[in-house]
């Protein structure tokens, strides 16, 4: 079965930056897209950013364009999120999530917990 | 941005119940892209249904997808107990992709 493992949350001041990570496995991570969708504590479900197969597109959600960054490293079998410039409002469990196309969005990791508190 | 509204905001059914969930989008949805999510508290969200009537590897015949365009509905036919959960409705046909804000399905 397809695995997704999100690592690197944490607490961290209000205006700082924190990378998060998640590693794929059991599938052929350069042939999908790949997403970052986010959840703040008790609220629904937020589409953060997304990157194509290769790395050569991105989009972003209005709430994080010019302080968040995705990327990828399709040797690793990795994708990231840069996130600069945290707000309070930026505190959510974070979760990467497949793209297979048509299908939608069937894979998704655990999330990890990033908190922005001073 | 397709803006998706869902209602109930709570629906409050005994086990054995049909529960029907709504998805309304603000404006028509591309390619009918439309998907289905549970989630569980402490769990990632599990698809049910894509392309707004196709059930998802595993899924019971008992979750059933239909609409198009706008009018989107999530049907449960009978509600077995691990059935009472949130249901988030998610539009992945074009950027940015939104969802909306879930509909809770609780034990009367």
């Known amino acids: 079965q397809v695995q997704l493992v999100e690592s690197g949350g944490g607490v961290v001041q209000p205006g700082r930056s924190l990378r998060v990570s998640c590693k794929a496995s059991?599938?052929?991570?350069?042939?999908?897209?790949m997403h970052w969708v986010r959840q703040a504590p008790g609220k629904g479900l937020e589409w953060v950013a997304f990157i194509s197969h290769d790395g050569s597109n991105n989009y972003y959600a209005d709430s994080v364009k010019g302080r968040f960054t995705i990327s990828r490293d399709n040797s690793k079998n990795t994708l990231y999120l840069q996130m600069n410039s945290l707000r309070r409002e930026d505190t959510a469990m974070y979760h990467c999530?497949?793209?297979?196309?048509?299908?939608?969005?069937?894979?998704w990791g655990q999330g990890t917990l990033v908190t922005v508190s001073s | 941005e397709i803006v998706l509204t869902q209602s109930p905001g709570i629906l409050s059914l005994s086990p054995g119940e049909r529960a029907t969930l709504s998805c309304r989008a603000s404006q028509s949805v591309t390619s009918n892209y439309l998907a289905w999510y549970q989630q569980k508290p402490g769990q990632a969200p599990r698809l049910l249904i894509f392309?707004?009537?196709s059930r998802a590897t595993g899924i019971p015949d008992r979750f059933r997808g239909t609409g198009s365009g706008t009018d989107f509905t999530l049907s449960i036919s009978r509600l077995e107990p691990e059935d009472f959960a949130v249901y988030h409705c998610q539009q992945y046909g074009s950027p940015p992709f939104t969802f909306g804000q879930g509909t809770k399905v609780e034990i009367k």
């Open positions: 059991r599938l052929i991570f350069t042939n999908y897209g």
């Open positions: 392309g707004a009537s």
């Open positions: 999530a497949i793209d297979m196309w048509s299908s939608s969005w069937p894979f």
